[in-house]
Nanobody, 126 residues
Framework: QVQLVESGGGLVQSGGSLRLSCATS????????VAWFFQAPGKEREFVAA????????YYADSVKGRFTISRDDAKNTVYLQMNSLKPEDTDVYYCAAQAKKIGSNLQLYVWYDYWGQGTQVTVSS
């Protein structure tokens, strides 16, 4: 069982930055890939960024490439999402999720993830 706790959300002006943190209850390095998703009301969770089990590979949605950076500090059991050049359309609840390695794993589909945090609200004002 892995518990995930997000923090770092808040209100920021367009063009500003935030850093989200996802603290895990145990060691995830080598065992779990971790990703960030957002979810608008009434819609499915959408992929934002993911970092692989080893931390050697990262993946991003086209809408955030060049603006967001995902990283992991395995000594602190924490995954970060640095969000720069924020836009009003980035406003949403952001969730982190952990996925154990499986045959056919897809890091960009929310249905493959095993554990989820409670979410943190990000609001970008224009």
């Amino acid at each position: 069982q892995v518990q995930l706790v997000e923090s770092g959300g808040g209100l920021v002006q367009s063009g500003g930055s935030l850093r989200l943190s996802c603290a895990t209850s145990g060691r995830t390095a080598g065992y779990y890939a971790v990703a960030w998703f957002f979810q608008a009301p009434g819609k499915e969770r959408e992929f934002v960024a993911a970092i692989s089990w080893s931390g050697g590979s990262t993946y991003y949605a086209d809408s955030v490439k060049g603006r967001f950076t995902i990283s992991r500090d395995d000594a602190k059991n924490t995954v970060y999402l640095q969000m720069n050049s924020l836009k009003p359309e980035d406003t949403d609840v952001y969730y982190c999720a952990a996925q154990a390695k499986k045959i056919g794993s897809n890091l960009q589909l929310y249905v493959w993830y095993d554990y989820w945090g409670q979410g943190t609200q990000v609001t970008v004002s224009s």
